[in-house]
T-cell receptor, first 114, second 112 residues
């Protein structure tokens, strides 16, 4: 049974529209992450969180917001979607023993902005 | 900003051969290094990790880490068509609060 589930798995949005990507984990992990994956750039960290009601900026946070209302749920919000935000987005979780470094990923959400 | 670079970008090997993938990183203070496997349309899955200089073997996989040369390699013995995937090197650098920095990946194709 999948421990990190993302929704929607695929979405087409219009430029300037609002997009919310959702992530739910059943791993009982403290850390959750949002990455985007693009050809030529690999996986880049957007936002992460290590406790409910708190989020941290990753390496490329501009144009994105994040929300962690509970330990299980972590959302990525694009208030004004732009063409450059077309990508595949991955949510991941890890336990609070950060030194282990192992992330558990969801299946990804493919976002196309037109 | 810490960097992780992988080579080659793509690799084609015949079934049964050894596959060798390389990764270099920018800071010897890295705490842990992971290799992830990603099949098309799927999320990355952790394969193997290494924390100390030297090598680590798990089944058909062997990882070699040399912190002095900022280099880690992954070797897959007896490669199978099912090993065809993108392999991502990920490094947790010191002081980064559980963040991992990923390389761009090596696309491995194993031909039968």
């Amino acid at each position: 049974e999948a421990a990190v589930t993302q929704s929607p798995r695929s979405k087409v949005a219009v430029t300037g529209g609002k997009v919310t990507l959702s992530c739910h984990q059943t791993n009982n992990h403290d850390y959750m992450y949002w990455y985007r994956q693009d050809t030529g750039h690999g996986l880049r960290l957007i936002h992460y969180s290590y406790v409910a009601d708190s989020t941290e900026k990753g390496d490329i946070p501009d144009g994105y917001k994040a929300s962690r209302p509970s330990q299980e749920n972590f959302s990525l919000i694009l208030e004004l979607a732009s063409l450059s935000q077309t990508a595949v987005y991955f949510c991941a979780s890890s336990d609070n023993w950060g030194n282990t470094g192992q992330l558990y990923f969801g299946e990804g959400s493919k976002l196309t902005v037109l | 900003q810490e960097k992780v670079q992988q080579s080659p970008e793509s690799l084609i090997v015949p079934e049964g051969a050894m596959s060798s993938l390389n990764c270099t990183f920018s800071n010897s203070a890295s705490q842990s290094i992971w290799w992830y496997q990603q099949h098309p349309g799927k999320g990355p899955e952790a394969l193997i990790s290494i924390f100390s200089n030297g090598n680590k073997k798990e089944g058909r996989l062997t990882v070699y880490l040399n912190r002095a040369s900022l280099h880690v390699s992954l070797h897959i013995r007896d490669s199978q068509p099912s090993d065809s995937a993108v392999y991502l090197c990920a490094v947790r650098f010191g002081g980064s609060n559980a963040k991992l920095t990923f390389g761009k990946g090596t696309k491995l194709s194993v031909k039968s």
